[in-house]
């Protein structure tokens, strides 16, 4: 059995633990080195990083999200453990677990540690997808002869690195094609390296639920269910044309899934088409200074989004929720796009400003949509706002700073309402 150990990097036929380290970190399977297509996972990243910067926090539950009133935004392994699931309310995550260490996200220091990641996987293969600032697609397909290596190898490689440089650890999936690579990369977290053969694909599928195909929510599962399919096996037993009829686009491609067929190629330049970013406040406010440090904060998250993604948005929108639960959204499409956090704060209070009274709100959202890349964005000043290039130019300086003292090392005013 071709095995591989993940602490050493020793290959070898099998045994259960490590012949060069003696290491019981082993990975083994028949195809374990034909294999190209992977799925890399950062464990918990948020709070992972927490804890790297915070080692008092090491064996502590800790929780990324806001008050009582928000939502978990994710949680370390502790916390799951009793109960905590990201997007959880806060106040259900809290019953499960009181002694939990609440934190607030710090947006700006995951962009970059996302950035120092996307830079390890730079060096195995150009072919990466990115889902999200913690998780991406890889395609090693080619690569053995210049790594010297086959790809399970350059991959266990790559999450030691990211242990040792970076200081946060990664699970990997590693399969024939890109769903099952992700469903491979959550079988085994933390720390985990798991793989999905061709041979072995209908038999593991089988007695899958529904759900674990990326994509079915609570709402997928539910319509599935009153068609008699709750699993991947009834779900094959479908014939294709009926799939198509009852679920439309949604069912042929279910049909494909069911056997393991995945053709969707690992796209580097798979097109995002929103960033946003909303909170939830602890209680419902109508305080304008209160409202304005909020929009402040979120144009700052959305437009480090947008820096790390090198990407900018032509609309500008914004989201408000009422204390009666009613949401209201309002758009402002740009003469052209822009990335930078004090345009679309400034567009995003024009909205608030002309929404009036709305009475007292529980929530609210910053978001930039009809993405381009980030080489049409803020090229020259506007005509009505004669100081918008030096507010640009000032900006692109405290990206600079903080890049190399920190996220914290400026901070504007209004942040701190």
């Not at 933390?190 to 041979?199: C, D």
């Not at 991947?232 to 799939?243: G, N, S, T, Y």
Request: glycine letters at 8%; one cysteine or more.
């Amino acid at each position: 059995m071709p095995s591989l150990c993940r602490q050493c990097l020793t290959t070898f036929d099998d045994g259960t633990r490590c012949p060069a380290c003696r290491s019981p970190r082993i990975t083994a399977h028949p195809e374990l080195f034909d294999l190209t297509i992977a799925h890399m996972d950062c464990d918990a990243f948020y709070a992972s990083v927490e804890k790297r910067d915070r080692p008092d926090l090491a064996d502590k539950p800790v929780i990324i999200g806001g008050g009582r009133r928000g939502v978990v935004s994710t949680c370390c392994y502790v916390a799951r453990i009793r109960g905590v699931r990201s997007a959880m309310p806060m106040f259900k995550a809290l019953e499960l677990c009181p002694d939990a260490v609440v934190l607030k996200g710090r947006m700006d220091l995951y962009v970059e540690v996302s950035k120092q990641v996307r830079a390890l996987m730079e060096e195995l293969t150009p072919a990466i997808e990115p889902l999200s600032l913690d998780e991406a697609f890889l395609d090693l397909t080619g690569t053995a002869r210049l790594h010297g290596a086959p790809p399970a190898v350059m991959l266990a490689r790559l999450t030691r690195r990211m242990q040792e440089e970076i200081g946060i650890t990664g699970s990997i999936g590693l399969s024939h094609n890109k769903f099952l690579a992700k469903i491979a990369s959550d079988l085994d977290k933390p720390r985990g390296f798991s793989v999905i053969g061709r041979a072995e694909t209908k038999a593991f599928l089988a007695p899958k639920p529904v759900g674990i195909i990326f994509g079915i929510g609570i709402v997928g599962q539910e319509s599935l269910k009153k068609a008699g399919i709750n699993t991947i096996a009834d779900l094959k037993r479908w014939d294709r044309a009926d799939l198509a009829r009852r679920f439309g686009s949604m069912g042929d491609r279910l049909w494909h899934l069911a056997r393991g067929e995945d053709h969707r190629p690992v796209s580097r330049n798979r097109p995002v088409k929103s960033i946003s970013k909303e909170t939830t406040f602890g209680e419902d406010t109508a305080d304008a200074d209160i409202l304005d440090g909020h929009l402040w904060r979120l144009a700052e998250q959305v437009s480090a989004r947008a820096k790390a993604k090198e990407t900018a948005g032509r609309v500008v929108t914004l989201k408000l929720k009422s204390a009666d639960f009613k949401t209201i959204t309002r758009r402002h499409a740009l003469s052209d796009p822009t990335q930078m956090a004090d345009r679309i704060y400034r567009e995003a209070r024009a909205l608030l400003d002309a929404m009036g009274s709305t009475g007292p709100a529980r929530l609210i959202g910053v978001g930039i949509s009809d993405l381009v890349s980030a080489d049409m964005a803020d090229r020259g000043g506007d005509l009505l706002d004669p100081g918008a290039a030096r507010r640009a130019e000032a900006e692109r300086a405290t990206d600079a700073i903080r890049a190399r003292f920190g996220p914290d090392a400026i901070r504007k005013g209004r942040a701190l309402r």
